[in-house]
Nanobody, 123 residues
Framework: QVQLVESGGRLVQAGGSLRLSCAAS????????MGWFRQAPGKEREFVAA????????VYVDSVKGRFAISRDNAKNTVYLQMNSLKPEDTALYYC????????????????WGQGTQVTVSS
């Protein structure tokens, strides 16, 4: 069973930076396509970014391109989301998720989820 635990979320001022981490319980993290999603109060869960098994390919939602960077360290069973130039609209609960497929972005296509870490950006 895959267990994912996110960390790194906190309150930060607009323009600041955060790095989220997602630690996996399995040694086969390298076999999973990994993504980050976020959900703000009253809104649907939104795809943010994803990274291929090797880390060589990344996909981003348009609103974070150029500001966020997803990466992974399979030796450490960890996925990261570096967030720069944060905006108040980035405020949300951020989830790490894993998929067996490739290049998917719908939450329904990710069977493995963490509990989330809260990111709050103040203006």
């Amino acid at each position: 069973q895959v267990q994912l635990v996110e960390s790194g979320g906190r309150l930060v001022q607009a323009g600041g930076s955060l790095r989220l981490s997602c630690a996996a319980s399995v040694r086969t993290l390298s076999s999973l396509y990994m993504g980050w999603f976020r959900q703000a109060p009253g809104k649907e869960r939104e795809f943010v970014a994803a990274v291929s098994w090797s880390g060589s390919t990344q996909v981003y939602v348009d609103s974070v391109k150029g500001r966020f960077a997803i990466s992974r360290d399979n030796a450490k069973n960890t996925v990261y989301l570096q967030m720069n130039s944060l905006k108040p609209e980035d405020t949300a609960l951020y989830y790490c998720a894993g998929a067996n497929g490739a290049y998917v972005t719908s939450p329904r296509q990710f069977p493995y989820w963490g509990q989330g870490t809260q990111v709050t950006v103040s203006s």
